[in-house]
């Protein structure tokens, strides 16, 4: 499976027409591929594009593409995804694979995501009524919508949190039907949204006085920066640290797809710290790499594991039982993740970044850690809320995206994709309001933006 390049925007609602934009760019970008003038294709880049994609870095991925797949022999308009993203049906020479391409308003590649070809899903059939669950029709009716075409075996694990009071909603595609299903208590990786635990990590260490935010990691690590480089907690957590999205030695020619990090430990990581690392401009740029190295230095200054923390300054404070990064100790409540293609597909084990994406979890125990962020005596959560910089139209904390404000609300929300699940969470704290979203839909399914714009249009539903 390919790998993810970059995605710089939400995707909308699914519209039918080919963006002239794209249509062009999209052009352009094969004419320069074929020919192996992948510096071309950089300069069609966004500016914060180029920032999270280096040259060297686009490079590297075209080249290993076309060694796999070869030279491009057709290309086919697919579908759009609102005005700024669309997918290409693409004919390479030894594969046939999707292109999703997405613009920004100066008409630039602000994303670039390449991806298994598979055809649409047919649309699900539904016969569940609103007076069955704790939904209204309006809320039930927004769940199909962006449900149905996920493949069979898909799960859905919905919390709707208003005014403190908790229900919750689950869903299985079976047979190209969509059922109801009881799965509050099962377990899906939640990816990214652990990044918002190891901020929480973080904003605990801080008020027990370990450490300070603008403190720099390198004092409290065995490890020689190279170029003797400066990060701060704050920094890695708000991701203003000058870290690419991905270590330069992560290396995709190697990895395993189905299982990419596993194989990344402390001797790479070492290694990238020691010998190749380069930082960027210290603006707003999403790092995977940052908040990996954020919960290894956090375990490095404890002398306890990434998940030693978790169980003491998380887990075990807010009885979150069905919480961890050990696979092994909640197997029995896995929901399985699925690929693309809907086929069952690999856990994944992030080894030495575990602080980006490792924990697992079900939909009843993040709704007790989005309880505790309505806490207001719980300063820990609080520092997390706190405002650090910008980044694009929204704000950051320690963790959380600070969206805009719905009806004068700031809104608080994260995500996460795997190869095997997506999950989106929204918090509105003053409102005490929430909606917390499960799946084992791929974060490389063609839909899989599709649950973040549910949580969106449910969190709108609250009273």
């Known amino acids: ?210 450490i300070d935010l603008d403190d720099t990691i390198d004092k409290y690590l065995d490890i020689t920066f190279k170029d003797n480089a400066k990060i701060s907690f704050k920094e890695l957590a708000s991701h203003h640290s000058g870290l690419p999205r991905m270590p330069s030695n992560f290396n995709s020619n190697t990895t395993n797809s189905n299982n990419p990090f596993k194989n990344y430990g402390i001797e790479q990581l070492r290694a990238y710290l020691e010998k190749e690392l380069s930082l960027n401009q210290k603006s707003f740029a999403y790092s995977n790499v940052g908040v990996g190295i954020l919960g290894y230095t956090l375990s490095k200054i404890t002398h306890k594991s990434y998940q030693q923390l978790l169980d003491e300054m998380i887990f075990k404070p807010f009885k979150m039982t069905n919480s961890t990064t050990n696979i092994n100790t909640v197997e029995q409540l896995l929901i399985k993740g699925l690929n693309a293609n809907g086929d069952i597909t690999p856990n994944w084990d992030l080894n030495v970044l575990s602080g980006a994406g490792a924990i697992l979890s079900s939909v009843e125990d993040l709704t007790k850690f989005a309880l505790a962020q309505f806490d207001q005596s719980n300063k820990a959560m609080a520092l997390t809320r706190q405002r650090t910089n910008n980044a694009w139209s929204k704000s950051i904390g320690l963790g959380w995206l600070i969206n805009k404000k719905l009806n004068g609300n700031d809104i608080y929300e994260h995500n996460g994709g795997t190869g095997g699940y997506r999950s989106s969470m929204i918090i509105i704290p003053k409102l005490q309001e929430g909606i917390i979203i499960l799946s084992n839909v791929s974060a490389f399914n063609r839909n899989s933006r599709q649950i973040d714009e549910l949580a969106y249009d449910l969190i709108k539903t609250l009273k």
Do not use: W
Request: aromatic share 8%; hydrophobic share 40%; proline share 2%.
């Open 1 to 210: 499976m390919k790998s993810i390049i970059i995605t710089l925007l939400l995707l909308s609602n699914l519209v039918c027409a080919e963006s002239s934009v794209h249509k062009k760019l999209m052009s352009q970008l094969v004419e320069h591929y074929n020919a192996s003038e992948y510096q071309k294709i950089f300069a069609l880049y966004s500016d914060e594009m180029k920032i999270a994609l280096p040259l060297t870095k686009s490079t590297a991925f075209f080249t290993r593409l076309k060694n796999e797949d070869g030279e491009i022999k057709a290309v086919e308009f697919f579908e759009s995804l609102g005005k700024a993203s669309s997918i290409y049906k693409t004919q390479f020479s030894n594969s046939v694979l999707s292109i999703r391409l997405t613009s920004d308003k100066g008409e630039n590649i602000s994303g670039l995501y390449v991806f298994p070809f598979t055809e649409k899903v047919k649309p699900a059939t539904s016969r569940i009524s609103a007076s069955e669950t704790p939904l209204s029709e309006k809320q039930l009716d927004i769940i199909i919508e962006h449900s149905h075409l996920f493949p069979n075996n898909t799960q859905i694990s919905i919390a709707l949190i208003e005014a403190g009071k908790v229900d919750y909603f689950g869903l299985l595609r079976r047979d190209d039907e969509l059922i109801k299903v009881d799965n509050h208590n099962n377990v899906f990786e939640i990816g990214s949204i652990t990044k918002v635990f190891t901020s929480t990590l973080l904003a605990n260490l801080v008020l027990d006085g370990k």
